[in-house]
């Protein structure tokens, strides 16, 4: 799904949001049930690619969570009503890289599991060749994505999957692209439905445009 540079988006009293934000926004770029609604034939397609597979669902934090809980709710629901059951597991990595609304040079990856205990797993993982798939909330530079795979591409994955709820249209159209994903965006900061601004408006269900004055308050 395109979402062009000129889309407006919906006005925030279409719809309800949690009152300490009001003032911090600007408008609503995809309602909660549009995203919803996405992620359900996300599912389905990386149903059809998983085939006869086991799989592994690594979630990327803190962002991603949401994304990676309907996404693995909705694989369930898919697979309980069908022929095939799928064996799913589910792990979790933690990188942080934005300070305010810049993306910083240094990544931390950090909680969970620290980096060699998460690629000994991996490698375990891999030599299962399970189909492998990362959950993460949005690509914007491509930065993140690009340092975790390099991380993992030693251990010569047989099938390794990228899933994106959205993907930032940067300017740079060598852009990491992963192989799943919701929502092409314009290049705005998004906040909502656990994507965050220091830590701020993860509790906000739909996916919408901050402010200045929201920029501000929440600045650190
Ligand atoms: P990238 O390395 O620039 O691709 O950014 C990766 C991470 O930065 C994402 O997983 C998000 O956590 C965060 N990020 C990038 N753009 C946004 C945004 O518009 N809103 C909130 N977080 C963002
Ligand atoms: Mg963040």
């Known amino acids: 799904v395109q979402i062009s540079d000129n889309w407006p988006g919906y006005s925030l009293d279409l719809f ?23 992620t359900e034939r996300l599912a389905k397609d990386i149903m059809q690619d998983i085939g006869d597979n086991d799989i592994v669902v690594l979630c990327v934090l803190k962002g991603g969570y949401k994304f990676c809980a309907d996404l693995v ?56 060749c399970y189909f492998y798939l990362f959950c993460k909330d949005i ?20 099938m390794i999957k990228v899933a994106s709820l959205l993907v930032k249209r940067t300017s740079r159209p060598d852009g990491y692209r992963p192989d799943y994903y919701g929502f092409e965006i314009p290049d705005l ?11 701020h408006f993860r509790d906000l269900n739909h996916i919408c445009v901050i402010n200045d004055h929201g920029k501000a308050k929440y600045r650190v």
């Open 139 to 158: 690509v914007g530079t491509g930065r993140t994505m690009k340092v975790l795979l390099n991380n993992i591409e030693k251990y010569k994955p047989k």
């Open 189 to 199: 900061f998004v906040v909502g439905y656990a994507l965050d601004y220091n830590e």
């Open 73 to 128: 709710e909705h694989i369930k629901n898919l697979s309980r009503n069908s022929e095939r059951f799928i064996s799913m597991k589910v792990d979790f990595v933690r990188l942080k890289s934005y300070h305010n609304d810049q993306s910083m040079q240094d990544m931390q990856i950090m909680g969970g599991d620290d980096l060699s205990k998460l690629t000994g797993k991996l490698s375990f993982v891999f030599h299962l």
């Open 16 to 38: 309800t949001y949690p009152q300490h934000y009001y003032g911090d926004l600007e408008y609503v770029l995809i309602p909660h049930g549009i995203i919803v609604d996405r």
